[in-house]
């Protein structure tokens, strides 16, 4: 990218090991996840809006989660 000696090459390449390393890994991330989102069903009042709270600002769970317009938490496929 870029002109000149300020020009810059990217190199893309696919780790088929390293790919399902990352397969593993998002799975197990999902299914602690579920089993989150089934816990926080059964909390009531403040708790349920703390752990809501947590979870929908949580630096890896986040990126799974969508709100509906009600507010509830689903996965994002």
């Known amino acids: 990218m870029g002109d000149g000696e300020?020009?810059?090459?990217?190199?893309?390449a696919f780790n088929p090991e390293e790919a399902?390393?990352?397969e593993a890994?998002?799975?197990?991330?999902l299914r602690e996840l579920r089993m989150e989102l089934e816990r926080l069903k059964e909390l009531?009042?403040?708790a349920h809006t703390k752990?809501?709270?947590r979870f929908?600002?949580?630096?890896?769970f986040k990126r799974y989660l969508?709100?509906?317009r009600w507010g509830?938490?689903?996965?994002?496929?």
């Open 6 to 12: 300020a020009r810059v090459r990217y190199v893309l």
């Open 44 to 46: 009531q009042g403040e």
């Open 20 to 22: 399902k390393r990352d």
């Open 72 to 77: 509830n938490l689903r996965i994002d496929p």
């Open 25 to 29: 890994r998002r799975a197990a991330k």
């Open 51 to 53: 752990a809501h709270c």
């Open 66 to 68: 969508k709100q509906d």
């Open 56 to 60: 929908a600002s949580h630096p890896t």
